[in-house]
C-alpha cells in the first residue's frame, strides 16, 4: 500500500513524513514542487530509504499528478502543499490563488478521474485528505467561544480566503462527485523544521544572532499553538477513522498572546544560551508596525476531534516550546543554510552527484 503526500517538504508535511516513515512499514511519495518553503534538508535522513519516494511537481499540473496516481495507485492522497505565510499574501496574493485555489482544483480533478476508475474495495476504501487551517473562520474578540466545525467561514487575508475557497472545493467534489473526501482545520503549529518567516523560528533566529525580535502592533493578537507532531497524529487519526466529508477542528487547547509567547521563547534562551553580555534577551524586543487587518485571536474547540476519534495533544505549550527552542540550538546548519539560502542547492547537491 502506499499514500501520496503533497508539500512534503514544507514544515508541517516534513514532520509528516518523517514521522510516518518512524511508524509505519507502507510507502509514503511526496510530490513537492520546492518552492522558497521547500527544504529537501529537512528530510535528508529519509533520502535513501525505500518506503520514501520524492517527486518534485506542481499539485496543479494535471498531466504529472495524473501520470504518478497511475504509477503509485495510492489508497489515499494527503494535501499539505499550500502557499503559506499570511504576510507574502498581502505582499503577492496572486500564487496563493493559484496553488490553493487553481491547485487545489486541478488536484481534485486528477484524484477524482483516479478514484472513479478504482474497483472496489480500493474504490470505497481510498481517501482524500484535505490539510487547512483555523483561518477560514476569521477573528474572535475576547469573549467569543473559541471556533467549532458550525463556525461560518469569514476569512480576512488573501491567504485565509484561499484556503476557504480549497474546503469550499474539497466540500463540494463530495456532495457533487461523492469523492471520499476528510478535512481538517488546525490551529498555529510550532516546532522543528519551521521555516523562520513564521514568528516562533523568526524570533529564535533573531535571537541568536543579535537582532530585533519584531512585534507586530501592540502584541496582544492570541493564537492556539499546536505542537507540530501532534497535528501530524491527529491527521493520522482522520484519515484512519474519520467520518467521509466531515470537517475536524485540530488545536492544542494553547491561547497565548504573541508578546507572552515572544516572552517566554527570550526566557529559555536565557536558560540555555544566555547572551555574551549578560543581558536578556527581551532586549532585542522591538514593536513595528502592525499587518493590515490583522486578525486579532484565533482558538479552537477540538472537542469534536476527541470525542469521535479519541484525539488528544501530548504536548502542552511549555514542553513543547522548550523542546522547539532546543531543536533549533542543536539544528543551526539547517537554520543557517536557510538564512544563506544554501537550501535551495540542496536538490542538486543531493540528486546530480
Ligand atoms: P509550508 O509553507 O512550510 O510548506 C508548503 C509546502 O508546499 C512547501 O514544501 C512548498 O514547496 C509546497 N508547495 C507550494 N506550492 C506547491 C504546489 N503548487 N505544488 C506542490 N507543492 C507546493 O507550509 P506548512 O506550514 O507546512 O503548511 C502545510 C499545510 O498546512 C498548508 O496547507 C497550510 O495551509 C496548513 N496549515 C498550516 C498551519 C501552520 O501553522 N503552519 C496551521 C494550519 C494549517
Ligand atoms: P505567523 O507565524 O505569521 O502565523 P499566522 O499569521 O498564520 O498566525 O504569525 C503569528 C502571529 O505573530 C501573528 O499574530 C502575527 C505575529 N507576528 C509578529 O508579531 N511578528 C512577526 O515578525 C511575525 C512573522 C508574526
Not at 87 to 97: E, K, M, N, T
Not at 122 to 151: C, I, K, M, Q, W
Not at 160 to 178: E, P
Not at 302 to 314: D, H, I, M, T, Y
Amino acid at each position: 500500500m502506499t499514500i501520496i503526500v503533497t508539500g512534503g517538504a514544507g514544515f508541517i508535511g516534513g514532520n509528516f513524513v518523517l514521522d510516518w516513515l518512524r511508524q509505519s512499514d507502507e510507502k509514503i511519495v511526496n510530490v513537492d514542487k520546492l518552492t522558497y518553503a521547500g527544504n529537501l534538508q529537512t528530510l535528508e535522513s529519509v533520502a535513501g530509504n525505500p518506503n520514501y519516494r520524492f517527486v518534485q511537481a506542481d499539485i496543479g499540473d494535471r498531466a504529472a499528478i495524473d501520470a504518478l496516481l497511475a504509477e503509485e495507485k495510492p489508497r489515499a492522497v494527503l494535501n499539505f502543499a499550500a502557499e503559506s505565510h499570511v504576510d507574502r499574501s498581502i505582499h503577492g496574493p496572486g500564487d496563493f490563488i493559484q496553488t490553493n485555489v487553481v491547485g487545489t482544483f486541478n488536484l481534485l480533478e486528477s484524484v477524482r478521474a483516479y478514484w472513479s476508475a478504482l474497483e472496489e474495495p480500493a474504490r470505497s476504501d481510498f481517501r482524500f485528505l484535505h490539510v487547512s487551517t483555523d483561518e477560514v473562520y476569521g477573528t474572535l474578540s475576547a469573549e467569543d467561544p473559541p471556533f467549532t466545525e458550525e463556525n461560518t467561514y469569514e476569512p480576512n487575508s488573501p491567504y485565509s480566503a484561499s484556503k476557504a475557497a480549497s474546503d469550499h472545493l474539497v466540500r463540494a467534489w463530495h456532495h457533487t462527485y461523492g469523492l471520499p473526501v476528510l478535512t481538517t482545520n488546525c490551529s498555529n503549529n510550532y516546532g522543528p523544521y519551521h521555516f523562520p518567516e513564521k514568528l516562533i523560528p523568526l524570533v529564535i533566529a533573531n535571537a541568536r544572532a543579535g537582532k530585533p525580535l519584531p512585534i507586530y502592533g501592540d502584541g496582544q493578537q492570541v493564537r492556539d499553538w499546536l505542537y507540530v507532531t501532534d497535528h501530524c497524529s491527529a491527521i493520522r487519526r482522520v484519515l484512519e477513522s474519520g467520518k467521509l466529508g466531515e470537517t475536524y477542528n485540530v488545536g492544542g487547547w494553547n491561547e497565548k498572546a504573541n508578546l507572552e509567547v515572544v516572552h517566554t521563547i527570550c526566557a529559555i534562551l536565557d536558560e540555555l544560551q544566555p547572551r555574551a553580555d549578560g543581558e536578556p534577551y527581551t532586549k532585542q524586543i522591538t514593536f513595528v508596525k502592525d499587518r493590515p487587518g490583522h486578525d486579532r485571536r484565533y482558538a479552537i474547540d477540538a472537542r469534536k476531534l476527541e470525542r469521535e476519534l479519541g484525539w488528544k495533544p501530548a504536548e502542552t505549550f511549555e514542553s513543547g516550546i522548550r523542546k522547539t527552542v532546543q531543536w533549533y540550538l542543536d539544528n543551526t546548519e539547517w537554520v543557517d543554510n536557510v538564512m544563506s539560502g544554501n537550501y535551495r542547492d540542496w536538490l542538486k547537491k543531493q540528486y546530480t552527484a
